[in-house]
């Protein structure tokens, strides 16, 4: 017969264990909720390329191509880097149809201001960083207010 008086420090103990190993699992699961992606910027000083990462939320109700495109025209948070297009340049609207990638920008990015790389080379350097980010988009169909632009 097992003497369960004697035994309380070991099933108190097996219950905290417990206890601390659910807690751990469902803090990892939450704080798990990001992906992690990669930026590419212009340099400001010798024309290279930075590349910062950032951690996105999962499944975010724009979608998640929309919110990697709203953090890149955002620009880095590093210092002593360029700029793809200019500042106040949204996504009116993105959709992926069969491997296509379609990108409505607003008519902002056509001021060009300083700080900013060539429109061509901001469209290019924004192709690069989609696809290295999205496999699944094999090409891309760039729009400004809703007018088609030239294909890279």
Do not use: H, W
Not at 82 to 107: A, H, I, Y
Not at 109 to 125: A, T
């Amino acid at each position: 017969m097992i003497d369960i008086k004697k035994n309380i420090p070991l099933i108190v103990l097996t219950v905290f264990t417990l206890v601390i190993l659910i807690f751990s699992i469902i803090a990892f699961n939450i704080g798990n909720s990001k992906t992690r992606r990669m930026f590419i910027f212009p340099s400001a000083d010798d024309g290279k390329y930075i590349i910062e990462y950032r951690n996105l939320a999962n499944d975010p109700v724009q979608g998640d191509i929309q919110l990697y495109i709203d953090e890149i025209l955002l620009g880095s948070s590093i210092e002593r880097t360029k700029m793809l297009f200019t500042p106040g340049t949204v996504v009116q609207s993105c959709f992926l149809r069969d491997s296509v990638l379609f990108l409505n920008l607003s008519q902002n990015l056509l001021d060009m201001g300083e700080g900013v790389i060539e429109i061509k080379d901001g469209f290019s350097l924004l192709e690069k960083n989609i696809k290295k980010n999205f496999p699944s988009v094999k090409k891309i169909e760039f729009f400004i207010e809703g007018k088609s632009v030239f294909e890279i």
